[in-house]
């Protein structure tokens, strides 16, 4: 089954600590995305990557860290310096970010602050 | 400032009914726009996307418009059923060739 991939579905955070949410996909997309989304707020960018070794930040990039080293995988690092990570994290894949293209989720993972 | 907003946060309504949704944007000229479900704990899945020079498109029992003079999109279910419970976010592509923007997304119950 062609697909996106996140795990883990829940993960929680020490004090100090980085915790790293892996994406995957095997559509072949070439751009994937990484969104936040606290509760009754919408979707907001963390960053994208429309190429392989070659990412962009989104809106709220402050406190995370991305790589782009193979077209499948996408992973996120919550650093020590985001201060407030508890959200519902969603990435995505679509196979370019040109005009038509629909966004491809996974089924996210909740992070919380222990 | 740019604002893509869903004017009801909650909307309730009784089966066999049309549930209708808006999407407003300012200060955004989008060459199209997006309607996504999202289900408790999940995350979006693709509805529809209707672009500028289309004034509506249709998918079962979804309809979409688009009015680019009052910055507008409409979101109809028809004789929805309580299935359709779920939330609902519009997005557009702000610029062209950049990541979508999305809507707070408005919460449908459908009523039994």
């Known amino acids: 089954d062609g697909g996106i991939t996140q795990s883990p579905k829940y993960l929680f955070r020490k004090e100090g600590q980085n915790v790293t949410l892996s994406c995957e996909q095997n559509?072949?997309?070439?751009?994937m995305y990484w969104y936040r989304q606290d509760p009754g707020q919408g979707l907001r960018l963390i960053y994208y990557s429309q190429i392989v070794n070659d990412f962009q930040k989104g809106d709220i990039a402050e406190g995370y860290s991305v790589s782009r080293e193979k077209k499948e995988s996408f992973p996120l690092t919550v650093t020590s310096a985001q201060k407030n990570p508890t959200a519902f994290y969603l990435c995505a894949s679509s196979r370019g970010t040109g005009t038509n293209e629909k966004l491809f989720f996974g089924s996210g993972t909740q992070l919380s602050v222990l | 400032s740019q604002k893509i907003e869903q004017n009801s946060e909650a909307l309730n309504i009784q089966e066999g009914k049309t549930a209708t949704l808006t999407c407003n944007y300012t200060?955004?000229?989008?060459?199209?726009l997006q309607w996504y479900r999202q289900d408790p704990g999940r995350g979006p899945v693709f509805l529809l996307l209707i672009r500028e020079n289309e004034k509506e498109k249709r998918k079962e029992r979804l309809k979409v418009t688009f009015d680019t003079t009052l910055k507008q999109s409409l979101f109809h279910i028809t004789a929805s059923q309580p299935a359709d419970s779920a939330t609902y976010l519009c997005a557009l592509d702000p610029l062209g060739n950049t990541p979508l923007v999305f809507g707070k997304g408005t919460r449908l119950s459908v009523i039994a």
């Open positions: 559509l072949n997309h070439d751009a």
């Open positions: 200060n955004y000229s989008p060459a199209y």
